[in-house]
C-alpha cells in the first residue's frame, strides 16, 4: 500500500466521531467507543444544561452517568489511538510532537533507529551513524517513511514512563499489579511479586480475549438471526395488509360494478312504465282531441245556418244538425286515465358489512377440538385461538365461524359460547350417522386441517379380535413391556421382557418372526421408514435400530441416557425417552447425538413412565402420581389431567397413552382395568371396559394410521380395537 494511502486510512481510523478530526487525548467509554476528552467534556456540559444526569454514546446509544468532577478525564485512554495520532503528527511535519530520546537538549526527532526503538535529532543520527556498533542499525529519516515503516512504528515496542527507565521496554507483565513494567521496574519496584513475561501474559488475555468474541460473535448470529426473523415478520406484515386492502378494494368495486348493474335494470324498468304510461296518456288525449274537433265543427255549422237565416236553408238542414248533435251529446265520453302511483323504497337499509380487524391471532396456529359424538348426544368443538408463538391468545374482535355439515349437506344448528379467554364452545347435537364435514374459519381464514372429517357412530371401539397365550413358543408372550405398530406395514411389535425377544405380528395377529436380545426389551417403536427402533437394558447400545425383518442395522448413540425405561418417536423423528434417573423425560435428535430438551416436575419424586408429543405438548404419564403431566414444548410444566380414584376422569396407575385421529387422548388406567378418552386439555369423553379387561388390565397401546387401537397387558393376550 502507498504511504499516503496509509496515512489516509488511518487518520480516517483515528477520527472523533464528534468533532470529524483526529482525535485528541482519546478516552475510551465503557462501550469501547473512542472520542477526544473535550469533546466528551462539552458533551456532558451539554446535558447537564439540559437537566440530565447522563450522556449517550454518539456511536451506539448507549448511557452513561456524568461524573461527579464533570470531566471524563478519569477514562482510559486507548493505547492504539494514541500510537495512531503519534504516528499522525509525523506525517503532518508536525515533527515538534516527538523529541529526540537520547540526548537531554529536547530537540525535535528527525529519524527513528528500528534496532534502539528511538526517536533521534540530527545530531544524534550522526553520532548513531559514527559509532562502529550502531553504524548497521535501520534508521529512517521521518521525512523519507514507506507504508512498512508506519507499520513498524505503530506496532513499536512500549517504553517505561518511570523516571530514568525511559529507555526501558515494557517487556514484563505483574500478575500482583496487573501492570506492565520493564527490567529495572522488576528489580527495584515490583521485587518479590509475581512477574510474567509480556508475551505468556499477553496470550493467556489472548485466549480469554478470543472466547470472549467468539461468545460474542455467536450472539452476533442470534440478534442477526432475529432481526431476519422480524424483518420476515415486518415484510409479512407489509403483504398481509396490502393483501387485505387489496381485498377491501376488490369487494368494493365488485359492490360498485354490482350496484350499476342494478341501477342500470331498475333504471330500464323505470323507462318501461314511463313509456307505458305515456302511451295511455297519448290515446286518451288523441280520442279527446278527436271528440272536441267534432263538436267544434258541429257547432260552426250550426252557427252558420243561423247567421245566415235562409229559411230553405233551415229546413233543409235542420233535420241533419240535429242528429248530428244528438249523436255527439249521446256518445260515451271516455274515461279518464290515472297512473298508479309510483314509489320506489329499499326492502332493508343498505349496510357496508366488511371491517378492518387487527388481532395477534394466528388462525395457522389456532386448535380445534372435538367430542366423541354419537346420534343424539349433545356434542362440542373446542375452538382455542393461539398467537403466531403457539400461546392461547384472546382477541375481543376475533370472528370465529363452525359451520357443521351432515353427509347430506344439512347445516346441523349450532350455539357458540365465548369464554372470554380465547377459548370458544360450539355446541351441536348429531341427528345422524356418518362423517360429517366440520368447516372452521377464525376472521375469515380457514383453519389448517379445516373442513374437519368426523364419525357420527353409535358405538365406539368395538372390539374385533385377540391373539397370544403366556409361554415361551413363537407367538406366544412371558412378560409384555410395550408394544408398536409400523405406519407403514400395520406390522406389530412387541417387546417381550420376560424372554429377552421382541416379536412381529401381521396385522391380523399372525406370528412373522422375533429378534433375539442379549438384554431385556423396555420399549419398541417403529420409525417414520418402517425400522423399528427398541430400548434395551444394559450398561451400553440402549437404544438398537433394526429392520422389519428384525435384522440389526446399528446401534443408536445413547451417551444421554441413565436409566431409559420407555421410547416414543414424534412427527418429527425426535426421540422422548422417559429416564428414571433424576425423573426426566428427555428429547434427543434422531440421531440421539444431541439434546435438544428435558423436563422435569418441581417437588415430584415419582418417575415418568410414558410420554408422547402432540400438537405443541408433551403428555406423560406418572403412575405414582397417578396422573397425566402436560408440559409445553420446550418442556415447561402445564397441568395434570386427572387424579387418584377410581370415578370417571381418575386414575389408579395409569400407564400407556395414545392420541388417536380425532385429537383424542388413550390412557391406559391400569389398576381400574379400563381405558379412558380425554380431550387434549383434559376433559373426560368416555372409558372402556368390560370382558377383556377384567383379568389383563390394559397396560399398553397403539395405533395404526387406519385408527384400529392395540391393546395390551403385560401378562396374556393382545386386543384389537377398530376405530
Known amino acids: ?91 503532518d511535519s508536525s515533527v515538534q510532537a516527538q523529541k529526540c530520546n537520547t540526548c537531554d537538549d529536547n530537540n525535535p526527532a528527525t529519524s527513528y533507529c528500528f534496532v534502539c526503538q528511538t526517536f533521534m535529532c540530527a545530531s544524534c543520527f550522526q553520532s548513531h551513524q559514527r559509532f562502529k556498533t550502531t553504524r548497521g542499525h535501520r534508521n529512517v529519516l521521518i521525512d523519507k517513511l514507506q507504508a512498512q515503516d508506519v507499520q513498524e512504528l505503530i506496532e513499536r515496542p512500549m517504553m517505561c514512563s518511570e523516571q530514568f527507565h525511559e529507555d526501558q521496554p515494557l517487556e514484563f507483565y505483574c500478575e500482583d499489579c496487573k501492570v506492565l513494567i520493564c527490567l529495572k521496574c522488576s528489580i527495584v519496584i515490583h521485587n518479590r511479586h509475581s512477574v510474567t513475561d509480556t508475551q505468556k501474559a499477553a496470550l493467556e488475555q489472548k485466549m480469554k480475549l478470543t472466547e470472549a468474541v467468539a461468545e460474542l460473535k455467536a450472539e452476533i448470529l442470534l440478534y442477526e438471526n432475529e432481526i431476519k426473523k422480524q424483518t420476515e415478520l415486518k415484510d409479512k406484515n407489509v403483504t398481509d395488509i396490502m393483501n387485505a386492502e387489496k381485498k377491501m378494494t376488490d369487494s368494493v368495486e365488485e359492490w360498485i360494478r354490482n350496484l350499476r348493474e342494478h341501477e342500470m335494470k331498475m333504471k330500464e324498468k323505470f323507462r318501461e312504465i314511463y313509456e307505458a304510461e305515456q302511451k295511455q296518456h297519448e290515446t286518451r288525449l288523441e280520442n279527446l282531441e278527436l271528440i272536441t274537433t267534432q263538436l267544434k265543427s258541429c257547432v260552426e255549422r250550426g252557427q252558420g245556418v243561423l247567421k245566415r237565416n235562409i229559411s230553405t236553408e233551415i229546413l233543409q238542414t235542420n233535420h241533419s244538425i240535429l242528429q248530428r248533435c244528438d249523436e255527439l251529446t249521446n256518445a260515451r265520453k271516455s274515461d279518464r286515465y290515472e297512473s298508479p ?266 418417575y415418568p413412565r410414558c410420554a408422547v408429543y402432540h400438537q405443541n405438548k408433551f403428555y406423560v404419564s406418572y403412575p405414582g402420581d397417578h396422573c397425566i403431566k402436560v408440559f409445553d414444548k420446550i418442556g415447561v410444566y402445564i397441568n395434570d389431567i386427572g387424579c387418584e380414584g377410581s370415578n370417571d376422569g381418575q386414575f389408579d396407575c395409569p400407564v400407556g397413552l395414545v392420541i388417536d385421529k380425532y385429537n383424542r387422548l388413550i390412557v391406559c388406567d391400569v389398576d381400574n382395568q379400563r381405558l379412558q378418552l380425554f380431550t387434549l386439555r383434559g376433559k373426560f369423553l368416555r372409558k372402556l371396559q368390560g370382558e377383556y379387561f377384567h383379568n389383563n388390565r390394559p397396560r399398553y397401546a397403539s395405533l395404526n394410521n387406519d385408527g384400529n387401537l392395540i391393546v395390551a397387558g403385560r401378562h396374556g393376550y393382545y386386543i384389537f380395537v377398530n376405530s
Open 1 to 91: 500500500m502507498d504511504v499516503q494511502q496509509l496515512f489516509k486510512r488511518l487518520k480516517k481510523e483515528a477520527e472523533c466521531p464528534l468533532c470529524l478530526d483526529t482525535v485528541k487525548n482519546p478516552k475510551t467509554l465503557p462501550c469501547l467507543h473512542s472520542f477526544c476528552l473535550e469533546c466528551l467534556d462539552e458533551l456532558a456540559n451539554f446535558a447537564r444544561r439540559q437537566l440530565q444526569t447522563t450522556i449517550k454514546c454518539p456511536v451506539c446509544q448507549t448511557s452513561f452517568p456524568i461524573p461527579d468532577t464533570d470531566t471524563f478525564a478519569n477514562l482510559p485512554s486507548s493505547f492504539h489511538l494514541n500510537r495512531l495520532v503519534d504516528v499522525l503528527a509525523l506525517q
Open 341 to 606: 302511483y309510483l314509489n320506489y323504497f329499499l326492502k332493508k337499509k343498505f349496510d357496508t358489512f366488511d371491517q378492518i380487524l387487527v388481532t395477534k391471532t394466528d388462525s395457522s396456529m389456532t386448535l380445534a377440538e372435538f367430542d366423541d359424538s354419537e346420534i343424539g348426544r349433545e356434542s362440542n368443538v373446542v375452538v382455542v385461538t393461539r398467537d403466531s408463538e403457539g400461546l392461547q391468545c384472546y382477541q375481543r374482535d376475533d370472528k370465529i365461524k363452525v359451520d357443521i355439515l351432515t353427509s347430506e349437506g344439512d347445516h346441523l344448528k349450532t350455539e357458540l359460547r365465548d369464554s372470554n379467554d380465547g377459548k370458544y364452545t360450539v355446541t351441536y347435537t348429531p341427528q345422524c350417522v356418518g362423517q360429517h364435514s366440520i368447516v372452521i374459519e377464525v376472521n375469515g381464514q380457514p383453519l389448517t386441517g379445516s373442513p374437519f372429517l368426523v364419525q357420527i357412530r353409535q358405538q365406539h371401539y368395538q372390539f374385533a379380535f385377540k391373539f397370544g397365550l403366556e409361554g415361551d413358543k413363537a407367538g406366544q408372550f412371558g412378560w409384555i413391556s410395550d408394544i408398536a405398530v409400523s405406519d407403514i406395514t400395520r406390522t406389530i411389535a412387541v417387546a417381550d421382557l420376560g424372554k429377552n425377544r421382541i416379536q412381529l405380528f401381521s396385522s391380523n395377529g399372525k406370528f412373522q418372526t422375533q429378534v433375539k436380545l442379549d438384554g431385556k426389551p423396555y420399549s419398541v417403536a417403529f420409525t417414520e421408514c418402517g425400522d423399528l427402533l427398541t430400548l434395551v437394558s444394559g450398561n451400553n447400545n440402549k437404544l438398537r435400530l433394526f429392520n422389519e425383518q428384525g435384522q440389526f442395522i446399528k446401534h443408536i448413540n445413547d451417551k444421554y441416557l441413565k436409566e431409559p425405561y420407555y421410547l416414543s418417536i414424534a412427527s418429527d423423528g425426535r426421540l422422548i425417552i422417559t429416564d428414571k434417573a433424576r425423573n426426566k423425560v428427555k428429547v434427543l435428535s434422531p440421531d440421539g447425538n444431541d439434546l435438544l430438551a428435558y423436563m422435569t416436575v418441581p417437588n415430584c419424586d415419582q
